[in-house]
């Protein structure tokens, strides 16, 4: 298994080197162009979370191999303020940001696993996971 690529995310530039290189595991990966464009999109609402929420954080990309498949996981982790309920950012339309609200609940539809886990003060982990599709 290949090493893991960390991004460390403090400004917005991190967000697209994020996005550029999960873009280039999932290619190198043969995932087709529409999973490779959930990946980058999912990629890119975690780093922006980390950025606007916790100001600081990491975007860990992971190549799974298990039982004859092929994945990408990424692991988006801060220690930031925490989420006070998750069951309420999780529902469409939840928006503390004035945006669109397709966030967290976005990025769950995109992927095939997702993994979320928060303490009030301590921050924030997100774990998801898409697998390739067989050929």
Known sequence: M??????VINNEFDIVLARQKGREMSKALQFG???QSR???AIS???R?????ARSGEIIINVLKS????GIQIIAVDNGPG???IRMVLQDGYTTSGGLGAGLPGVKRLMDEFIIESEPGKGTT???TKWAKSS
């Open 2 to 7: 290949s090493q893991p690529i960390r991004i």
């Open 33 to 35: 162009t529409v999973d």
């Open 39 to 41: 990946i980058t999109t």
């Open 45 to 47: 609402e975690l780093a």
């Open 49 to 53: 979370n980390i950025y606007l929420y």
């Open 67 to 70: 039982e004859g498949k092929k």
């Open 83 to 85: 989420i006070h309920d």
């Open 126 to 128: 997100v774990k998801i």
